[in-house]
């Protein structure tokens, strides 16, 4: 069974930092690529970051470069997303999703990104 599981999140102060991780299970870990996406209240999910397990190629969407890393760590099969200075506007349910690179690196917006897990809250305070 395919399994992404996400944790890391909590409250944190304007400018403060958090690790969220994307633990998985259930899949060949090299062969796909895992996205990290958002969800706030009342808005629609949007993709954050994305990560290619085989070849360690990332992507940022703008509002997140520079203040994100994400990284993994495929001996542990985990993905991991560093977020710095965080911004009161980064609140949002965080989820993690993985899509396999039969499809090459899908864009954040691929229908190809599935086995979403049940999301972690971070919430960043002024």
């Known amino acids: 069974e395919v399994q992404l599981v996400e944790s890391g999140g909590g409250l944190v102060q304007a400018g403060g930092s958090l690790r969220l991780s994307c633990a998985t299970s259930g899949f060949t870990f090299d062969d796909y690529v895992i996205g990290w996406f958002r969800q706030a209240p009342g808005k629609e999910r949007e993709g954050v970051s994305r990560i290619s397990s085989s070849d360690g190629s990332t992507y940022y969407v703008d509002s997140v470069k520079g203040r994100f890393t994400i990284s993994s760590d495929n001996a542990k099969t985990t993905v991991y997303l560093q977020m710095n200075s965080l911004k009161p506007e980064d609140t949002a349910v965080y989820y993690c999703?993985?899509?396999?690179?039969?499809?090459?690196?899908?864009?954040?917006?691929?229908?190809?990104?599935?086995?979403w897990g049940q999301g972690t809250q971070v919430t960043v305070s002024s």
């Open positions: 999703a993985a899509a396999s690179d039969d499809y090459g690196f899908p864009p954040l917006s691929s229908p190809h990104f599935g086995s």
